[in-house]
């Protein structure tokens, strides 16, 4: 769904969305867990809230849950003001991070328990939920009760349970924060069928970067009670908008410097006395002498023992290498005393390694490799 | 098995003949022949016939349970709402003195709670019955309800509620269909306590019954002032057996639950 481009209802100006935040202020006596907060959430996205926490993601969650209300502000579901709906009036269902499973009921009751609070009859009932527990694969535990199955299948039961209703938003509450890693993986992947197979709306909130990557069509990094930047995962790793972004999403290279126009979109940017300047490209408009952040993902940074033909090339000595199986992680430290992260994909097995502590390297990128962050 | 040192052995002995001597020797007078309490005459059961032929005793008996089960149910009942709105009604205003009044009838003297009552009672001009010692130990048992079950609630994953509310239960209903069945242990125990309490009280039934209502405490403490009779220790005896049995089953109750729950969970960690 990641690589589906056909589905980008958030830049079509025709599309109305099934979400909005507008303008919402949640405090708590004189703590702000969200500061003046306007988002868009679009029908059958998987929407990922994506912060440390005390950003404000959970808060966001419990007010679309209807556990909060806002302080001020609207939060709109389908076109109709819910801000003040009580939880059991609105067609929203949550997946809570402990699963929340009624320990006194089994399985079956546990996914029918939502469908009787709204009707009497049996048959329907009982339809949905055997439709429920064959899409998370249960069937066999619908007479168990919660502390007679394994982790996994309980937030299985957790996610029939609350897709049972058929709402029209689902909020996930780290969904797989329980999970050991492994499980996790797979368990993503399914979120993910299961999310096309309904075509429900997904919201999750999660503090793991990585999950929000792989489900999610969009992810909203918040730090503080703000969303720093909605993106697409791609956008959001390639493309950050501010250094937060680019610190808290993945590893990456922060050089502080100042820009110098040159034509064209490119800038040199002067990162230290005495060195060569830096090229980059940039699609934003930055004035002569402005302070500015060039950052480089190290997978995008080379590393030679001899001077690359590369525009960028500054000479550095290996102070620490992580291996990781997979890849390489290089630090090499600059005369400057700056630190550059470079990575190498392990390619070959068993080959000698190229570097070793304290040698003498060339670490390169080119112009289109960095991004340049005024903020 | 380990072997107990002398020293554990003698305080051992002690400790449960302080406790069980006075009961032990009770039952035992229960089967006495004779008519004199502290005469041996040997073997007897007439007691226990004459026990159930006399009228007195067993209307006491009638009231006694009448008034424990009516009251420990209200009390139930009302000490669970109280338990519930205290510790889950958010931080209204004076939350925490209530939280505080309703401890205070744990720590009042009896005497003072039955005479408050009884003055409560004759300045609303109701009559003194049955009903007044329903009132009464209605009254006082219910904080010791409230107690109990408030100890379970605060420990209640309140999530669990709020899922009931998220999948479209009324506020009631997530009260009815999640909170209840599960705290319903502590629940039952609070029951259990109100009813205990209703059966051996003595001091505010005195002050709050009328004469067409006596309770077994008080016929046994009337009748002990005139002598003991063999027929009170047939009754105490019988009271005894009772109190055993609801104990024990109480107990093996709870060791069949525990010892379920391990094999389930050794079921759940079973790969399938």
């Known amino acids: 769904m990641v690589n589906d481009t056909s589905f980008a209802p958030w830049d079509d100006p025709q599309e109305r969305p099934l979400i909005r935040f507008q303008n919402v202020t949640k405090r708590f006596g004189d703590f702000v867990a969200i500061d003046d907060l306007t988002l868009d959430i679009y029908q059958r996205e998987f929407f990922a809230l994506l912060g440390p926490s005390g950003c404000g993601k959970t808060t966001m969650m419990r007010m679309l849950a209807g556990f909060e209300e806002p302080t001020d502000g609207m939060i709109e579901l389908a076109g109709e003001d819910i801000a003040h709906v009580p939880p059991n009036k609105r067609a929203v269902n949550m997946m809570f991070q402990s699963y929340a499973l009624f320990p006194h009921l089994s399985v079956w009751d546990n996914v029918a328990f939502g469908l009787r609070r709204e009707s009497r009859d049996k048959d329907a009932i009982a339809e949905r939920v055997e439709q429920m527990l064959k899409l998370t694969r249960l069937e066999k535990f619908a007479g168990r009760k919660p502390h007679q199955i394994s982790g996994g299948q309980r937030q299985r039961v957790a996610l029939a349970r609350s897709l049972a209703k058929a709402p029209k938003l689902l909020l996930l509450d780290e969904p797989l924060g329980a999970l050991d890693a492994k499980l996790r993986q797979a368990t993503q992947f399914e979120l993910m069928d299961i999310q096309e197979k309904t075509g429900t709306t997904f919201v999750i909130v999660t503090h793991d970067q990585e999950e929000a990557m792989t489900v999610a069509s969009r992810v909203a990094v918040m730090d503080e009670g703000r969303v720093m930047q909605v993106a697409t995962p791609e956008q959001i790793y390639e493309a950050p908008n501010s250094t937060y972004v680019a610190d808290f999403i993945g590893d990456v290279n922060l050089i502080e410097g100042r820009a110098k126009p040159n034509g064209g979109g490119a800038y040199h940017i002067n990162w230290a006395e005495g060195q060569a300047p830096f090229e980059a490209k940039s699609d934003m408009v930055l004035s002569e002498g402005q302070r500015c952040h060039l950052a480089l993902r190290p997978e995008k940074v080379g590393i030679q023992p001899n001077k690359p033909e590369e525009v960028n090339a500054v000479q550095g000595k290996v102070l620490d290498i992580a291996y990781l199986g997979n890849l390489s992680t290089y630090h090499v430290e600059l005369s400057t005393g700056q630190v550059i992260k470079a990575q190498t994909a392990n390619t070959n097995r068993l080959s000698r390694r190229d570097f070793m502590w304290d040698d003498p390297v060339w670490v390169s990128w080119s112009a289109s490799a960095g991004v340049l962050l005024s903020q | ?272």
């Open chain 2, 1 to 272: 098995m380990i072997r107990l040192s002398p020293f554990n052995v003698v305080s051992l002995t002690l400790g449960f003949a302080f406790l069980y001597i006075p009961m032990v020797i009770l039952v035992i007078y229960s089967f006495n022949a004779s008519k004199l309490v502290t005469v041996w005459a040997g073997f007897s059961t007439q007691w226990y016939g004459e026990l159930l032929r006399n009228e007195a005793f067993l209307d006491a008996a009638w009231v006694t349970l009448r008034v424990a089960i009516v009251s420990s149910t209200i009390a139930t009942v009302l000490g669970t709402m109280a338990a519930y709105t205290l510790v889950r009604g958010g931080k209204f205003f004076g939350r925490t003195l209530f939280s505080g009044m309703v401890y205070a009838p744990l720590v009042m003297p009896e005497v003072i709670t039955g005479l408050s009552l009884l003055l409560l009672f004759i300045g609303i001009g109701l009559d003194r019955g049955i009903l007044t010692i329903v009132l009464a130990h209605t009254t006082f048992s219910m904080c010791f309800v409230s107690v109990v079950v408030s100890s379970r609630l605060v420990t209640f994953d309140r999530s669990l509620e709020e899922a009931a509310l998220d999948l479209g239960a009324s506020p009631f209903e997530a009260f009815r269909f999640v909170t209840l069945p599960i705290i319903a242990p502590a629940v039952i125990s609070g029951w259990l306590l109100a009813f205990t309490l209703s059966l051996d009280d003595l001091v505010i039934a005195s002050f709050t019954s009328g004469p067409s209502a006596t309770t077994l405490p008080m016929k046994i403490w009337s009748s002990v002032r005139l002598g003991v009779s063999p027929e009170i220790n047939a009754l105490s005896t019988i009271l005894i057996g009772l109190v055993t049995i609801g104990v024990i089953s109480a107990s093996l109750a709870t060791k069949r639950a525990t010892l379920r729950q391990k094999l389930d969970a050794q079921v759940a960690a079973r790969p399938t």
